[in-house]
Nanobody, 124 residues
Framework: QVQLVESGGGLVQAGGSLRLSCAAS????????MGWFRQSPGKEREFVAM????????YYADSVKGRFTISRDSAKDTMYLQMSSMKPEDTAAYYC?????????????????WGQGTQVTVSS
């Protein structure tokens, strides 16, 4: 059974930085794509970034490109989201997810496994 556990959320001032972690267990993730999504109250869950576990190829939503960096540590089975130059509009619950689909996957509906989420709040 795949388990994804996020951590690292919290309160940060605008312009500040925060790093989220997603610890993965239960499978060998070399064939998986791993993604970060976020959801604010009253809004749909939106794609933030994804990384191919094997090869490390990355892809970002335009709204975070240049500010956020996704990475993974294969030895620790952990994925990260380094967030910098944060804005109040980055406030949301952040979720990590895993998909067996190949290529770049930005739709939440093709992700098979989800973490429980971690709250990020950016104050102005």
């Amino acid at each position: 059974q795949v388990q994804l556990v996020e951590s690292g959320g919290g309160l940060v001032q605008a312009g500040g930085s925060l790093r989220l972690s997603c610890a993965a267990s239960g499978r060998t993730f070399s064939h998986y794509g791993m993604g970060w999504f976020r959801q604010s109250p009253g809004k749909e869950r939106e794609f933030v970034a994804m990384i191919r576990w094997s090869g490390g190829g990355t892809y970002y939503a335009d709204s975070v490109k240049g500010r956020f960096t996704i990475s993974r540590d294969s030895a620790k089975d952990t994925m990260y989201l380094q967030m910098s130059s944060m804005k109040p509009e980055d406030t949301a619950a952040y979720y990590c997810a895993a998909t067996l689909r190949v290529g770049i996957q930005t739709s939440q509906y093709v992700y098979d496994y989800w973490g429980q989420g971690t709250q990020v709040t950016v104050s102005s």
